[in-house]
């Protein structure tokens, strides 16, 4: 199936060339420089947006978005500065809002614990985690009476971080980060998954959750062959969701399907995000940063082998169209008719879509330049 999806990728012309990356030039080439400012203008055709690619202190970056909801869901951003460079990807559920939240203040709250002599730090990005959930919490708290239904959205997390020849991964919720290394001296490439994803439907999650609530039988339950936690939802770490973290939530201003039908002493989400860190290698080739939406459709091998066998330029939109004409093919149509799809009806068919794909320049790292590369990205798509 693979061989046939990238025949298939190669025959939509454009930005689809089959020759493999080159090897990463000096940033100081003007002729590099120039192909790649070309390369980094935005573009956006119906509910697909993309950044095809650009620069930044750890390498080159590659961003897309398509969208599924009626409302747009996802949000990303990436900041790129004072040799650091962050990405964060946000997976809304229940609506936008947390998304948004999460895009506007989790970055910048990472930016400021990070701010100390200790610098780039699990413990910083755990910080930057608890202080976006306080703050979006005190935004529900203020907005409880005049609209309840904040206290049911959230959102999940996946952060980013290359700080020097560290690469931080901070996840809550089922984003994925997956990381594309050489082996061997054969040049292949294969797929290593760097995030832990928390959804109800792996087994050690609905361990971890029975662990830490022994007295609630129903703490995850089964529905339509799908495990969710207290019957509701997938994730069982989120930002936001204060109906599932305060009982004071857990009334009738809000909507009778996010209800339960008894108070609760103990939060049922939680908001501490997984977190690794690891030494960049010269083995190491980019990092692909998606929403769950890409994995809906993608395995990790087939979407490594798709960046690993295409030039970078487009990495992510070439990604995003792969997920697309799977999701076309599993509901027997064309993958141009899925695109004339209405976003008020696009959501029965695949889910937003959020893929950023880091290539990491090691040379770069390991001489420490932190001039120049400035970069800060977020969609552009509406709302």
């Not at 002729?31 to 930044?56: F, P, T, Y």
């Not at 910083?124 to 935004?139: K, P």
Request: charged letters at 20%; a neutral charge; aromatic letters at 6%.
């Amino acid at each position: 199936m693979l061989g046939a999806l990238l025949r298939l990728l190669s025959a939509c012309g454009g930005v689809w060339p089959t020759s493999p990356a080159p090897p990463a030039q000096s940033s100081s080439s003007s002729s590099s420089a120039a192909a790649a400012d070309h390369a980094a203008a935005e573009g956006r055709d119906g509910l697909l947006w993309w950044r095809d690619l650009a620069r930044c202190h750890a390498g080159e970056l590659s961003v897309a978005v398509v969208q599924g909801n009626h409302v747009l869901e996802d949000q990303c951003r990436v900041d790129s500065s004072l040799g650091t460079t962050s990405i964060g990807i946000f997976d809304g559920h229940a609506g936008p809002d947390a998304a948004r939240f999460a895009c506007d203040h989790l970055l910048p709250n990472l930016r400021e614990a990070a701010s100390g002599p200790q610098g780039v730090t699990a413990d910083a990005i755990r910080d930057a985690f608890l202080a976006t959930e306080e703050g979006f919490l005190a935004l529900v708290s203020r907005m409880w009476e005049t609209q309840p239904d904040i206290a049911t959205v959230g959102t999940c997390c996946l952060v980013g971080v290359v700080h020097q020849r560290t690469l931080f991964v901070a996840n809550l919720g089922d984003s994925r980060a997956v990381l594309g290394k050489k082996v061997g001296r054969t040049g292949q490439i294969t797929a290593e998954q760097l995030s832990s994803e928390h959804n109800a439907n792996e087994e050690d999650v609905r361990q971890e959750l029975m662990a830490q609530h022994p007295n609630d039988p129903q703490i995850v339950a089964l529905k339509h062959g799908v495990w969710r936690v207290k019957g509701i939802i997938q994730v069982s770490r989120s930002l936001g969701d204060a109906y599932l973290k305060h009982t004071r939530y857990n009334t009738e201003q809000i909507k009778p399907k996010f209800r339960l039908p008894e108070p609760f002493s103990r939060p049922i989400l939680s908001a501490n995000p997984s977190i690794i860190s690891r030494c960049l290698q010269p083995s190491d080739c980019f990092i692909i940063f998606a929403s769950d939406g890409l994995w809906e459709h993608l395995s990790n091998q087939q979407a490594v082998e798709i960046v690993h066998n295409h030039q970078r330029v487009g990495s992510a939109r070439r990604l995003i169209k792969a997920a697309l004409h799977e999701a076309a093919r599993k509901r027997e149509m064309r993958y141009s008719d899925l695109m004339k799809i209405d976003k008020k009806v696009r959501r029965h068919f695949h889910d937003d879509i959020t893929v950023i794909v880091l290539f990491i320049n090691y040379d770069q790292l390991a001489k420490g330049h932190l001039q120049g590369h400035s970069l800060s990205i977020r969609c552009a798509l509406d709302h």
